[in-house]
């Protein structure tokens, strides 16, 4: 294992202790803060800015650090779901957590990943496979590991270098036919050459595929 996907592997870890942890209290302090903001605004809407509550104030300070260090947005009431397009790339919309081959992390609710292995933009679909005539129909050969759940929950997608992209997480996977496969972990190619799409087979190795 190199170094960049050790870094991306520890990474991954840290945010499912991370949020294990600190979810729960994060999730009751930001509901305080915006109960007693919605009070300071509808009961003293007539006050200037300076005299808000302490807790109002640290909502302020709440966003502005958020965007500063890029830190999880609040869990929306959405499942993980991956739409396995006909010929095209991976739509996984939810709570996502995307680790880069590099550790650095990104949040999102919707994500356009490529799995043709043609994108210049990696893993980000830049529609590459409309160049390379990328003709895989999306269909889906396993079968489901776990019940189906609309309950929102998080998942984290990390990049291997010069490989997959793996998931943890409930994700259901789905396609135009109507099949679909729920699982709680996996990997999914993004080589555009495994044999089992869209999971991973171990065929970017043989390819000799590279994600940088």
Not at 120 to 133: F, G, T
Not at 169 to 174: D, E, S
């Amino acid at each position: 294992m190199d170094d960049a996907t050790k870094t991306a592997a520890v990474a991954a870890i840290r945010i499912d202790q991370d949020s294990e942890a600190t979810s729960a209290k994060s999730t009751d302090a930001f509901v305080a803060f915006m109960d007693d903001s919605a009070e300071t605004v509808e009961s003293r809407g007539e006050q200037s800015k300076e005299s808000l509550t302490t807790s109002a104030k640290a909502l302020d300070r709440w966003f502005k650090d958020r965007q500063k260090t890029h830190g999880a947005p609040r869990l929306l009431e959405v499942p993980n779901e991956t739409l396995v397009t006909n010929a095209g790339p991976l739509q996984i919309t939810g709570n996502i957590t995307l680790v880069h081959e590099d550790g650095s992390v990104q949040y999102a609710n919707h994500l356009s990943l490529c799995r043709c292995g043609h994108s210049n933009s990696k893993p980000v679909c830049d529609e590459q496979h409309l160049e390379a005539e990328f003709l895989n129909s999306g269909k889906i050969h396993e079968v489901s590991e776990f019940a189906a759940s609309n309950r929102a929950s998080k998942i984290t997608i990390s990049c291997i270098k010069d490989g997959p992209i793996t998931f943890r997480g409930r994700m259901k996977l789905h396609n135009q036919f109507g099949q679909e496969c729920i699982k709680m972990r996996g990997s999914l190619c993004r080589c555009g050459h495994s044999a089992s799409k869209p999971f991973c087979d171990g065929s970017h190795s043989r390819t000799g595929f590279k994600t940088g």
